[in-house]
């Protein structure tokens, strides 16, 4: 098993057979050494650098019914919120303060943030801090729309295709959602010049080995600059909610691959890693993780945007957050830089 991390690190690619043994395998040397070779990846090409994402959740109101997801429609205690221009512009302020120099706005698919909303948005943020990126994350829309908000100056999309198999992705959403649109909508976007960001959960309910290993392949054939993946962690209001949580084990192996099979990606230790365990970032930065992703939004808020339970970071005000980021980056031995963090090809 030794040998398929050192053919993986040498050739970025394995077969499907290999994979799924490599994936499978529960073998802490091979974990190890599979979590050193791909910290020598992305010091080779990032060296000890975290790049910061100032994620701010616009709104928790969605109009999709994702089984998994906490914001979903159909879960009636969920308590909604939109973020005003002010809201958003406060934030960015705050951050850019803080050090941050890349701004994620997130969201449920909600219709009050139109492209004329999104793109004066957009507009006025470039405007005040040009040397920033502007990322968005607002799920599907249409390819006038995706080409608008570009215009306007967005500079990256965030969409993980969720899963790439047909059939898991019918377990997870409701009949009007299809992973053909999904996978449109990254194929638009890369075309429409956007970095892309793509990605799963780990141990989503009925996922299976070859399922992660075709999540694998898809992202081979889109390239994507960033690929986001964490474990799936229940939430108590979703049909999920008996479901087991995704594994730090497993989410660790998936990110050692990814560092590995995509040397130059962009790769975030999620939040939901860090939900997980205590140390879950920092294990993920020793294993390929590259970027962080820190929460921005007012503090009044953050408990609204619950995508699964026990989310942390909700209580804090953004520069604690750095505070205790940085602290838990060092221990790892990385450093967090002021950088916009472009993909570096
Ligand atoms: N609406 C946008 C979209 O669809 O891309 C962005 C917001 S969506 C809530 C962001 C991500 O949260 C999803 O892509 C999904 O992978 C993740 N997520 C939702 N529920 C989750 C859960 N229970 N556990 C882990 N991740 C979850």
Do not use: W
């Not at 974990?31 to 975290?50: C, H, I, M, N, P």
């Not at 960015?92 to 890349?102: D, H, P, Q, S, V």
């Not at 500079?155 to 999904?182: C, F, G, I, Q, W």
């Not at 970027?291 to 804090?316: A, H, Q, W």
């Amino acid at each position: 098993m030794l040998s398929l991390v050192e053919k993986l690190y040498e050739t970025h690619d394995l077969t499907d057979e290999e994979l799924i043994n490599l994936i499978k395998s529960e073998d802490s040397e091979v974990s190890e050494f599979l979590r050193e070779k791909a910290d020598e990846t992305r010091q080779k090409y990032y060296g000890k650098k975290v790049f910061l994402r100032g994620l701010i959740e616009i709104s928790s109101f969605c109009k999709n019914n994702c089984l998994y997801c906490g914001i979903r429609r159909d879960n009636k205690n969920a308590e909604r919120y939109r973020l005003s221009r002010e809201d958003i512009l406060s934030c960015c302020e705050n951050g850019y303060e803080l050090g941050f120099r890349t701004f994620v706005m997130q969201g449920g698919e909600d219709a009050y943030y139109n492209d004329e909303f999104m793109c004066g948005i957009i507009r006025e943020i470039k405007n005040k801090y040009p040397d920033c990126a502007v990322t968005l994350s607002l799920g599907e829309r249409s390819n006038q729309s995706y080409k608008r908000m570009k215009e306007a100056g967005a500079d990256r999309y965030l969409l993980r295709h969720e899963t790439a198999d047909v059939e898991l992705y019918k377990k997870l959403h409701p009949n009007n959602m299809s992973l053909e649109n999904r996978k449109k909508c990254l194929f638009n976007l890369k075309k429409l010049g956007y970095q892309v960001g793509a990605g799963f959960m780990v141990g989503a309910p009925f996922q299976t080995v070859e399922n992660l290993v075709s999540d694998l392949r898809f992202m081979q054939h889109l390239q994507p600059q960033m690929i986001g993946i964490g474990p799936f962690i229940p939430h108590h209001d979703t049909p999920f909610k008996d479901e087991k949580q995704g594994t730090l084990e497993l989410t660790l192996r998936l990110l050692g691959i990814i560092r590995l099979m995509f040397p130059k990606i962009l790769l975030p230790a999620t939040t939901a890693l860090g939900t997980i365990s205590p140390t879950g970032r920092e294990m993920g930065l020793k294993t390929g993780c590259n970027v962080i992703m820190p929460n921005l939004s007012p503090v009044k808020f953050r408990k609204k945007y619950e995508l699964y339970d026990n989310k942390i970071c909700t209580g804090e005000e953004a520069a604690e957050c750095k505070g205790c980021l940085q602290r838990r980056v060092q221990s790892a031995g990385y450093e967090i830089v002021s950088e916009k963090g472009d993909c570096i090809y």
